[in-house]
């Protein structure tokens, strides 16, 4: 791992009368000339075409006032001929910065904002390679967070979900369950605003409409109208100018079964939770479902893989045991993280402990494949308002991974992660993995565990 990771812009400083515009003016137009951003090589070859028409200008007047220069050219040629490669360069130059910074300039009221603007979004497009696995709400949460460190980001989508307005679509049309898929688009739009409100607006009456959500209702028309899936997300991503890519793991017919532990077998993702029994293994449909090519691609050139957090069986796992994607997740030189939920679930993961949620990931994997289990630290009570109960980490090893224990949970959800430290947390692995590492084994972290055969 390396840590050529960007970070978002920070608040600018003010003073204490309230100047700090004038405080963080100089330092905003200076970020225009940080490395990379495509600003100061049209800046110089602007200021090379001017130097190049001044020399023209001289050229000509020379021949005005009988200067005594040196001929190249007979006549006015040389003037004429140096004016207009100038023109010429300082056109490109215009042209060049034009494509650096036209498009944002338009969306910022201010210079300071432009630069800004200028240099969040050139230093998201140097970011990490990531790659997300997982889906329901818990992946939208996470790639909320992420999008303000990198736009190199990659969402592998669960196809398993059969409930619902996906469940319906599914069953009526044939399409991909577009439920996960339009949580992801929204989460990763440029602005979460109008746009994206209106693809997560639900009908709540119409017969046929009630139950249904706008953006589903778009992603399984655009999918009839491209042809694809696939096209349809690209083409939903252009409409939520979305930063980042979204894949399904498979484009098979999935469908989801558990075993119990009193041997009966529930059938649909919908269902198994519904069951409430103690879950023992899960099982697919067809068993042979191949992995999605872009999926591989990303997986193969990714820097980090973050795993959830999400239902453990209804939205991990079905992504991890899709023929493929576990030994290409095994063979990539990634950092590999799992991301354990902050509480239980009900119906899939009762009493279970990080311990338990890594051991389950191992179990359906036959791979030790996450090198860190990112966990909450300070569990809170979650009261009669919620369902489940805090996943603690209780000190059991985990062999293969190393606990990385931080404080993750929302204020408004105590049962999900809040978006920001989440990243921050998945962020401070990348960054310092080797220094992660270099703690676990002297044992000086109280916040991170050494694991067993890590």
């Known amino acids: 791992m390396n840590g050529n990771s960007q970070t978002p812009v920070p608040p600018r400083a003010t003073n204490g009368n309230g100047s700090g ?32 028409c001044s020399i023209g200008i001289a050229y000509l007047l020379r021949k005005f006032f009988a200067l005594g220069f040196p001929d190249f050219l007979p006549g006015y040629f040389e003037g004429a001929l140096l004016i207009g490669g100038g023109i010429l360069i300082m056109l490109l130059a215009v042209y060049g910065l034009y494509r650096s910074v036209g498009p ?31 889906g329901g ?40 369950p577009p439920g996960d898929f339009r949580n992801c688009l929204v ?31 778009f992603i399984a028309a655009m999918t009839n109208v491209t042809g694809s899936f696939e096209q349809a997300l690209f083409e939903s991503s252009r409409v939520l100018a979305v930063h980042g890519r979204i894949v399904p793991t498979t484009t098979a017919n999935l469908q ?26 899960l099982m697919i449909d067809p068993p042979d479902a191949t992995v999605h090519p872009l999926a591989l691609d990303a997986i193969q050139n990714a820097d980090l893989i973050a795993i959830g957090p999400g239902s453990l069986y209804t939205s991990i796992l079905p992504n991890l045991m899709v023929r493929g994607l576990t030994d ?6 990634a950092a590999k993280v799992y991301i354990c939920n ?12 990080v311990a338990d949620h890594h051991e389950a990931l191992k179990a359906h994997t036959s791979d030790d494949i996450v090198d860190y289990v990112v966990a ?78 890590g």
């Open 104 to 134: 944002l300039i338009l969306q910022s009221p201010s210079i300071h904002g432009i630069a800004n603007t200028i240099y969040t979004r050139r230093s998201r497009g140097r970011g990490p390679r990531i790659v997300t696995i997982g």
């Open 256 to 281: 989801l079964s558990a075993r119990l532990a009193d041997g009966s077998v529930v059938k649909g993702e919908s269902k198994i939770s519904e069951a409430g029994g103690h879950i023992e293994r």
């Open 137 to 176: 709400t818990g992946l939208s949460v996470l790639l909320r967070g992420l999008k303000a460190y990198t736009d190199n980001i990659t969402a592998i989508v669960t196809v398993g979900d059969d409930g619902g307005s996906s469940g319906r679509l599914r069953r009526e049309l044939g399409v991909l």
């Open 376 to 453: 909450n630290e300070r569990p809170v009570e979650l009261g009669p308002r919620f369902f489940g109960t805090p996943v603690a980490y209780d000190g059991t090893p985990l062999a293969g991974a190393r606990v990385v224990l931080t404080e993750l949970t929302s204020s408004e959800h105590p049962v999900r992660h809040d978006s920001d430290k989440l990243a921050r947390a998945i962020m401070d692995v990348y960054d310092n993995g080797s220094r992660l590492q270099s703690l676990i084994k002297s044992g000086l972290s109280h916040r991170t565990q050494k694991a067993a055969g």
């Open 187 to 217: 989460a990763l739009s440029d602005d979460e605003s109008l746009l994206s409100e209106l693809f997560q607006y639900r009908f709540d009456q119409g017969n046929g409409l009630k139950g249904h959500s706008f953006g589903n209702l």
């Open 328 to 333: 290409a997740i095994a063979k990539a030189s």
């Open 21 to 52: 515009e004038s405080l963080g003016g100089l330092s905003d137009i200076l970020r225009l000339f940080e490395p990379g951003l495509g600003v100061k090589r049209w800046m110089l070859l602007g200021a090379a075409g001017i130097s190049i």
């Open 342 to 353: 902050v509480a239980t679930q009900k119906g899939e993961t009762e009493g279970y402990t």
